[in-house]
């Protein structure tokens, strides 16, 4: 059956770096668009950005993210990435892996942006 896995999380000082990964399984992965959502303290639920099936040409970002994280993917190992970068604490929460054509959710993984 579909599963995500999501990891790479951790405690990040402000302006610091974190590159997190989301390991598929149970459908064919290439053939999907994956997206990378984030759940922080207080907000609502926001996706944080999605990469289209395939290659991975088209990419989203929230507003709030752009020219700050990029998402990628590696077909072969069935793997999602968000790089992050300049990262502050707005940016603390617990990050999902989704594949929207399953409504599928990992666990989440914690980021904690603080000095």
């Known amino acids: 059956h579909v599963q995500v896995a999501e990891s790479g999380g951790g405690l990040v000082q402000p302006g610091g770096s974190l590159r997190l990964s989301c390991l598929a399984s149970?459908?064919?992965?290439?053939?999907?668009?994956i997206t990378w959502s984030r759940q922080r303290p207080g907000k609502d639920h926001e996706l944080v950005a999605r990469?289209?099936?395939?290659?991975?040409?088209?990419?989203n970002y929230a507003d709030s993210v752009k020219g700050r994280f990029t998402i990628s993917r590696d077909n072969l190992k069935k793997t999602v990435y968000l790089q992050m970068t300049s990262l502050n604490s707005e940016d603390t929460g617990v990050y999902y892996c989704?594949?929207?054509?399953?409504?599928?959710w990992g666990q989440g993984t914690q980021v904690t942006v603080s000095s």
């Open positions: 989704n594949v929207p054509a399953f409504k599928v």
């Open positions: 149970g459908f064919i992965f290439s053939n999907y668009d």
């Open positions: 990469i289209s099936a395939g290659n991975g040409v088209v990419t």
